[in-house]
């Protein structure tokens, strides 16, 4: 069965960094485009960050453009989400998901996901 574990959440200071993990299972990257989202408390779960089935592409929130990086190790089935120059605004349960359309960060047609990982940036 398909399934998708994050790891590497944690408590960061104002301007430290984080890499996330997110590791499939059931499936192969090669044909599923991988999404990071994240839900703050109170709000909206919201698109942080994807990459394409094939690698190439990848697309990044407003928010975090030039802060966050996304990419995929295809050997270890793995997508990871590097997360420099935090903000407290960046606290929040980030998710990764997966579906099988091109790359983007609409909630929209991302049918698998995974548990979630707590961050939360605080001094």
């Known amino acids: 069965q398909l399934q998708l574990v994050e790891s590497g959440g944690g408590l960061v200071q104002p301007g430290g960094s984080l890499r996330l993990s997110c590791a499939v299972s059931g499936f192969t990257l090669d044909y599923y485009t991988i999404g990071w989202f994240r839900q703050a408390p109170g709000k909206e779960r919201e698109g942080v960050s994807c990459?394409?089935?094939?690698?190439?592409?990848?697309k990044y929130a407003d928010s975090v453009k030039g802060r966050f990086t996304i990419y995929r190790d295809n050997a270890k089935n793995t997508v990871y989400l590097q997360m420099n120059s935090l903000k407290p605004e960046d606290t929040a349960v980030y998710y990764c998901?997966?579906?099988?359309?091109?790359?983007?960060?609409?909630?929209?047609?991302?049918?698998?996901w995974g548990q979630g990982t707590q961050v939360t940036v605080s001094s």
């Open positions: 990459i394409s089935s094939s690698g190439t592409g990848t």
């Open positions: 998901a997966a579906r099988g359309y091109y790359c983007s960060v609409s909630i929209r047609n991302y049918v698998y």
